[in-house]
């Protein structure tokens, strides 16, 4: 059958299709285009009351029969169902969860992280749902913060590389291909730089630190083509940034071209005015939000109707709606949902969801994203000499704590007709253990203590439990009451009784390896000095016991690298690693150290890396120009090994004060023993700019240190200059 409209025709290019379909809607179907709901409110009666063109927290056949539902209302619009699917298709209770951001981002593996996205589009794709709330685009800045496990580190052109690289996993080639979905980078922007970590509050930024900092990653998956941006809570400078026109409009379209649509966080309008009190009643904040160039409101019951009479009543230009429609309309568009892509095939989903062949990437990931940073006396790998394995604490065998958070668990979403996660489909760090220690091996477990109530009746019997082991592994870290959104910490220690336990361990002589399982860095410097070894896993899916046990054991050689800065102690918040100079006497305090426990950028592996021969292609730059880094790197040990290469810049003099050094490239070098590799690393001229005292984006002439190494110390790298000549 021929279509009977232009916008019907999937011939016809879509900036025509999108006119055509604009100029049919009513003042209502537009205003509920700009609207997104909660579909678990009544989505039946909120679509054909209300014409809302998007729901979350929708999935399977239930988003099927909403959108058959809308292809009978007048123009047929289809809806578009968006899900918060952060490391995995977390709310499907048979996907595939991955490691979580952060500690994705350790593999330092742009390519992995991309097939992450590829993996969760799919299956996210086959439940009928075409968008997610992600990627997590906070620089992490403040440890205290509950969302620092959702993002990529604290290093803004990190952030942007991974980011950029899950995008395109998320979206591929071609956004209307029916195993892909729409990104939403979030939160957009400086979410990550409130004051003491506290989520959602007032962000205190400067726009040279906005440009400088919180946008960059946001600028380069705009850059990647990302389909849409997340507004975020907080406000910058007074200004929540939903309401934020210099943000949404004249950063985002007029100086980045950004040609997506930008969603309000949940109830980010009624937040104006309960919370943040800068809008009197709704009506005024449904008002200043689509007038700075906010095209959807998230959960906020009524918007529709407040478009309208604001419209009506001459308060609001119905030419900004036609914008926000437009914008949100070709999406849809772009995305398939007119032409094919409305329906899931929840049949063929069955068959591809959680597959082996995604759980093998589950497993890669986490393998890859684990972190070693002690080993003392070569400990690990466990040898075939250990014939009694002692398994303690109390995130040894806790599915909730190892998945992290956007999981789906009983309940979760409100209602019951989504099962929880079957406790066979994961495996905990304690099966992993006992799988690969095999019969000649016992493996013995105690709980030992809990992460939140510091009694301590069960630390003894781990405690004898450990005295009558070959080597003790004990799992420690936190749990989803301390982590994530909302749940923001002021102490760092570990909680519970966790302490008390390690010191018991610790007093029975038993060589200890103590495995970090938590959602960010935590402060433990009793443990760095106590335990043999030590390993950070953060949350590494479902896959994350047979990961560590394949650490522990040797099967595979540790190549992660932290992508976020340990802190001894929580005073010494913010601690990230390119900090700019000057303080004053001597980078210390006079009760701390002043350096982190373990810096960004560091990691052991089970055999050495030796760097050598740092020279560069030349000695000064222009613009338009590119300079080479060669850097010789050999393996000095005797296994095969991983070793991260990275690239570091300094500007030596400049005319506003810069960061020491600032993370410019790397790469994942893999050598075996006794091998040695030339790496070559390209610097481009634009990498060096700076925002100005005038917040202009230049790069100033002037000498330039590189620093090469394996990790942001300065004992671990090997320098060199160049200088930038004027134009």
């Keep these: 059958m021929s279509p009977n409209f232009p916008y019907q025709d999937a011939s016809r290019p879509i900036p025509e299709r999108v006119e055509d379909l604009l100029g049919r809607m009513t003042l209502a179907e537009k205003a509920g285009q700009m609207c997104q709901m909660n579909g678990r409110d009544?989505?039946?009666?909120?679509?054909?009351?209300?014409?809302?063109?998007?729901?979350?927290?929708?999935?399977?056949?239930?988003?099927?029969?909403?959108?058959?539902?809308?292809?009978?209302?007048?123009?047929?619009?289809?809806?578009?169902?968006?899900?918060?699917?952060?490391?995995?298709?977390?709310?499907?209770?048979?996907?595939?969860?991955?490691?979580?951001?952060?500690?994705?981002?350790?593999?330092?593996?742009?390519?992995?992280?991309?097939?992450?996205?590829?993996?969760?589009?799919?299956?996210?794709?086959?439940?009928?749902?075409?968008?997610?709330?992600?990627?997590?685009?906070?620089?992490?800045?403040?440890?205290?913060?509950?969302?620092?496990?959702?993002?990529?580190g604290e290093d803004p052109y990190l952030i942007g590389v991974l980011g950029s690289a899950i995008v395109r996993g998320y979206q591929g080639d071609d956004l209307s291909h029916p195993e892909t979905i729409a990104a939403c980078g979030k939160?957009?922007?400086?979410?990550?730089?409130?004051?003491?970590?506290?989520?959602?509050?007032?962000?205190?930024?400067?726009?040279?630190?906005?440009?400088?900092i919180y946008l960059r990653p946001f600028r380069a998956v705009v850059e990647a083509g990302c389909a849409t941006l997340m507004a975020g809570y907080h406000a910058i400078d007074g200004t929540p940034c939903s309401a934020n026109r210099w943000l949404l409009?004249?950063?985002?379209?007029?100086?980045?071209?950004?040609a997506g649509f930008v969603v309000s966080d949940w109830k980010n309008v009624?937040?104006?005015?309960?919370e943040q009190r800068v809008s009197p009643d709704l009506a005024d904040a449904a008002r200043r939000i689509v007038a700075a160039g906010n095209d959807m409101a998230m959960n906020t019951p009524g918007f529709t109707d407040l478009v309208i009479r604001l419209v009506e009543e001459g308060d609001l230009d119905e030419a900004l709606v036609d914008?926000?429609?437009?914008?949100?309309?070709?999406?849809?568009?772009?995305?398939?949902?007119?032409?094919?892509?409305?329906?899931?095939?929840?049949?063929?989903?069955?068959?591809?969801?959680?597959?082996?062949?995604?759980?093998?990437?589950?497993?890669?990931?986490?393998?890859?994203?684990?972190?070693?940073?002690?080993?003392?006396?070569?400990?690990?790998?466990?040898?075939?000499?250990?014939?009694?394995?002692?398994?303690?604490?109390?995130?040894?065998?806790?599915?909730?704590?190892?998945l992290g958070d956007w999981v789906l668990w009983s309940g979760q979403l409100g209602d019951a007709d989504l099962p929880g996660r079957a406790?066979?489909?994961?495996?905990?760090?304690?099966?992993?253990?006992?799988?690969?220690?095999?019969?000649?091996?016992?493996?013995e477990y105690a709980r030992g203590c809990d992460v939140i109530d510091p009694g301590t009746d069960e630390i003894a019997a781990a405690a004898e439990l450990a005295r009558a082991a070959d080597v003790a592994v004990v799992v420690v870290g936190d749990t989803l009451a301390?982590?994530?959104?909302?749940?923001?910490?002021?102490?760092?220690?570990?909680?519970?009784?966790?302490?008390?336990?390690?010191?018991?361990?610790?007093?029975?002589?038993?060589?200890?390896?103590?495995?970090?399982?938590?959602?960010?860095?935590?402060?433990?410097?009793?443990?760095?000095?106590?335990?043999r070894a030590l390993l950070a896993v953060w949350n590494p899916g479902l896959e994350g016991?047979?990961?560590?046990?394949?650490?522990?054991?040797?099967?595979?050689?540790?190549?992660?690298?932290?992508?976020?800065?340990?802190?001894?102690?929580?005073?010494?918040?913010?601690?990230?690693?390119?900090?700019?100079?000057?303080?004053?006497?001597?980078?210390?305090?006079?009760?701390?150290?002043?350096?982190?426990?373990?810096?960004?950028?560091?990691?052991?592996?089970?055999?050495?890396?030796?760097?050598?021969?740092?020279?560069?292609?030349?000695g000064e730059l222009a613009e338009g120009e590119m300079l080479q880094v060669m850097v010789d790197v050999e393996n000095v040990g005797d296994r095969a090994g991983v070793e991260v290469v990275q690239l570091y810049v300094n500007d030596l003099f400049s005319s506003v004060a810069t960061p020491l050094k600032e993370l410019k490239g790397f790469a994942r070098v893999e050598l075996a023993p006794g091998e040695k590799q030339t790496v070559e690393l390209a610097l481009a001229y634009d990498q060096l700019a700076l925002v100005n005292a005038d917040v202009e984006t230049v790069v100033e002439p002037g000498a330039f240190e590189v620093l090469v190494g394996g990790s942001s110390r300065d004992e671990d790298v090997l320098k060199a200059r160049f200088v930038v000549n004027d134009k």
């Design 270 to 274: 009624e937040h104006m005015n309960d």
């Design 482 to 531: 301390l982590t994530g959104e909302c749940h923001d910490r002021a102490n760092l220690d570990l909680s519970g009784g966790q302490q008390a336990l390690l010191e018991a361990v610790h007093a029975t002589g038993t060589p200890m390896v103590v495995v970090l399982l938590s959602s960010k860095p935590l402060t433990i410097p009793w443990v760095a000095a106590h335990a």
């Design 42 to 152: 009544g989505a039946e009666a909120i679509l054909t009351e209300h014409h809302v063109g998007s729901f979350l927290h929708m999935l399977g056949e239930e988003t099927n029969a909403i959108q058959r539902l809308a292809a009978e209302t007048r123009l047929g619009i289809p809806v578009l169902f968006g899900i918060d699917a952060i490391h995995g298709h977390g709310f499907w209770p048979t996907s595939t969860i991955f490691p979580t951001q952060l500690a994705l981002s350790c593999t330092w593996n742009p390519a992995l992280v991309e097939e992450v996205g590829r993996i969760t589009a799919r299956e996210v794709a086959y439940t009928g749902v075409h968008w997610t709330f992600s990627p997590v685009l906070g620089t992490v800045r403040d440890l205290r913060w509950g969302r620092v496990g959702e993002t990529f």
């Design 545 to 618: 016991g047979t990961a560590v046990a394949s650490i522990l054991f040797g099967d595979r050689n540790p190549s992660g690298k932290l992508t976020v800065s340990i802190p001894y102690h929580v005073g010494q918040q913010p601690v990230y690693y390119n900090v700019l100079p000057g303080w004053h006497g001597a980078p210390k305090y006079v009760d701390l150290p002043y350096e982190p426990l373990f810096p960004f950028g560091y990691g052991l592996s089970y055999t050495r890396f030796a760097y050598s021969n740092l020279r560069l292609s030349a």
């Design 187 to 212: 939160h957009y922007a400086g979410y990550s730089g409130t004051q003491g970590g506290r989520d959602s509050s007032e962000a205190d930024l400067s726009e040279r630190a906005m440009r400088s």
């Design 423 to 443: 406790r066979e489909s994961v495996v905990t760090l304690l099966d992993g253990i006992r799988t690969r220690a095999g019969a000649g091996c016992t493996v």
């Design 323 to 402: 914008q926000a429609v437009r914008n949100i309309l070709r999406v849809k568009f772009a995305l398939g949902l007119f032409d094919g892509n409305r329906y899931a095939d929840l049949e063929q989903g069955a068959a591809v969801i959680g597959c082996a062949a995604h759980r093998a990437v589950a497993l890669e990931s986490a393998v890859q994203s684990l972190v070693l940073l002690k080993n003392e006396g070569a400990l690990l790998p466990l040898g075939d000499d250990v014939q009694r394995i002692a398994v303690i604490g109390p995130n040894a065998d806790d599915l909730q704590a190892q």
């Design 249 to 258: 409009t004249e950063v985002l379209r007029d100086e980045w071209g950004f």
